[in-house]
């Protein structure tokens, strides 16, 4: 069955330093994958989609890669900010309605 | 706009109960989803309508029932709720159709507690 993993454990990190996490995905082949932001208490945001024919992808401090060869996509946020603080989900797509998303990883940005 | 809007925030039931968890959408998106988020587990689509009128099974339909009452509504009614219900559930919306856009637009959430 499809599966996707980002890392369970908290990711802590300093502030100004750049934050990567991880999302893995087996049993199927996404035409796209996008990130999402929650903050405890609220709904996912969503910040960046990336499809299969893009490498690379930026939107100001955020930058999303995406290999089809390793299953693998990687957000990186640079120079990061303590309200940069939240639980990223990542969601490999193929199109249809039925949307998977990670468990997400925890991001704490310390000052 | 106010985006997605979903009622109640919060609710506590006892086991055998029903309820109706209401969501609206000002965007005029044509496709709306329910899932449910639990701790240590990614969101969990309960059921989705892909345009007014239509309706169909997530990956964990089991005790639930929907409506899409108009473009705007789609609502979800736990007829006999079970401690396992116990979730928070939040409800979405996308553009979706021709020019196909997958970003989904989420409300703030319902916390229920099934006792």
């Known amino acids: 069955s499809q599966k996707i993993e980002q890392n369970s454990e908290a990711l802590n990190i300093q502030e100004g330093k750049t934050a990567t996490l991880t999302c893995n995905y087996t049993n199927y082949s996404p035409a796209y994958l996008q990130w999402y932001r929650q903050d405890p208490g609220r709904g996912p945001v969503f910040l960046l989609l990336i499809r299969e024919n893009e490498k690379e992808k930026r939107k100001e401090r955020l930058k999303v890669t995406f290999d089809t060869t390793l299953k693998q996509s990687l957000f990186h946020i640079t120079a990061s900010q303590p309200a940069d603080s939240a639980t990223y989900l990542c969601a490999p797509g193929t199109g249809g309605f039925k949307t998977i998303f990670g468990a997400g990883t925890r991001l704490f940005v310390k000052a | 706009n106010a985006g997605v809007t979903q009622t109640p925030k919060f609710q506590v039931l006892k086991t055998g109960q029903s309820m109706t968890l209401q969501c609206a959408q000002d965007?005029?998106?044509?496709?709306m989803y329910w899932y449910r988020q639990d701790p240590g587990m990614g969101l969990r689509l309960i059921y989705y309508s892909a345009s007014e009128g239509t309706t169909d099974k997530g990956e964990v339909p089991n005790g639930y029932n929907v409506s899409r009452l108009n473009k705007r509504e789609f609502s979800l009614r736990l007829e006999s709720a079970a401690p396992s219900q116990t979730s928070v559930y939040f409800c979405a919306s996308t553009i979706q159709g021709a020019t196909a856009s997958y970003e989904q637009y989420f409300g703030p959430g319902t916390r229920l507690t099934v006792t």
């Open positions: 965007m005029n998106h044509n496709s």
